[in-house]
């Protein structure tokens, strides 16, 4: 049983950058390929990045491709979404998401139904 939390969320201006962490709790932490989400208003989920186990492979949205960066910490059991030059599309709720069984390569990358566990969600608003 893995739980995740997410933090780091704000109200940022556009062109400021915020760094959200996910931390896990639970066995094994090494072994789940873990991706980022986020959820506006009205809009479906979007994936947004995912990092391998070993942090060989990242995978970002075209839409944060050169502003965001994905990496992790095994030993911290936390996975880290550097995120600059931040734009009033980037709002939303970002949710971390983990599971064993999903890959962060191929096809199936960052689809939401292949993750079983999922953090509360933080919330970023980037405004002026």
């Known amino acids: 049983q893995v739980q995740l939390v997410e933090s780091g969320g704000s109200l940022v201006q556009p062109g400021g950058s915020l760094r959200l962490s996910c931390a896990a709790s639970?066995?094994?932490?090494?072994?789940?390929?873990i991706s980022w989400f986020r959820q506006a208003p009205g809009k479906e989920r979007e994936g947004v990045s995912c990092i391998s186990t070993s942090a060989h492979s990242t995978h970002y949205a075209d839409s944060v491709k050169g502003r965001f960066n994905i990496s992790r910490d095994n030993a911290k059991s936390t996975v880290y979404l550097q995120m600059n030059n931040l734009k009033p599309e980037d709002t939303a709720v970002y949710y971390c998401a983990a599971d064993p069984g999903a890959v962060c390569v191929g096809t199936r990358i960052l689809t939401p139904s292949d993750y079983y566990y999922w953090g509360q969600g933080t919330q970023v608003t980037v405004s002026s």
């Open positions: 639970g066995p094994a932490f090494e072994d789940y390929v």
